[in-house]
T-cell receptor, first 110, second 114 residues
């Protein structure tokens, strides 16, 4: 069954502000995590990944933090733009399979 | 590079009918996945192929769902007979390697069973 969960189903932020999307996981055996963005009518799109031997990874405007002590993952989006409006999923890789959470719907207010 | 191609984009069928979905993964990707995404939920893995072999199909309802990847490239997913609860988006994804590598998704096929 699913062991990946998201703290909030919806999140609204003002354009230009930073967004933080959180995700909890329960399986310590997970060694690889990915954040996906899914826009309406499209398949999930890779944003950033992190391996369990890392605490932080940065991309363009995005940062993923991994706290293995509390089994928590977060995605930070800097200077959120209207194009960032989408559903965001965290996925964990266990046994060569990806398990997805329910998703957080991010709405950017112009 | 071309992405994962899926067809059709949309399909409406009556319950008890059959339907098939097609997926062409990214060239060279050995691993292919079929996911079911019900509205408002995250994708759920149905079946995973490594080349033309099945790695995991534990969540595939085998009484009505079947999938194949005969030549290790394209794949088809079939539902026969369909039920109302099969209404969902069926996503195909592929990755270069099994395990800790990024999976690329197609746009999906939206199935409505009436």
């Amino acid at each position: 069954g699913e062991s990946v969960g998201l703290h909030l189903p919806t999140l609204s932020v003002q354009e230009g502000d930073n967004s933080i999307i959180n995700c909890a996981y329960s399986n310590s055996a997970s060694d690889y995590f990915i954040w996906y963005k899914q826009e309406s009518g499209k398949g999930p799109q890779f944003i950033i990944d992190i391996r369990s031997n890392m605490d932080k990874r940065q991309g363009q405007r995005v940062t993923v933090l991994l706290n293995k002590t509390v089994k928590h993952l977060s995605l930070q989006i800097a200077a959120t733009q209207p194009g960032d409006s989408a559903v965001y999923f965290c996925a964990e890789n266990r046994g060569n399979q990806f398990y997805f959470g329910t998703g957080t719907s991010l709405t950017v207010i112009p | 590079e071309a992405g994962v191609a899926q067809s059709p984009r949309y399909k409406i069928i009556e319950k008890r009918q059959s339907v098939a979905f097609w997926c062409n993964p990214i060239s060279g990707h050995a691993t292919l996945y079929w996911y079911q995404q019900i509205l408002g939920q995250g994708p759920k893995l149905l079946i995973q192929f490594q080349n033309n072999g099945v790695v995991d199909d534990s969540q595939l309802p085998k009484d009505r769902f079947s999938a194949e990847r005969l030549k290790g490239v394209d794949s088809t997913l079939k539902i026969q007979p369909a039920k109302l609860e099969d209404s969902a988006v069926y996503l195909c994804a592929s990755s270069l390697l099994q395990g800790n590598t990024e999976a690329f998704f197609g746009q999906g096929t939206r199935l409505t069973v009436v």
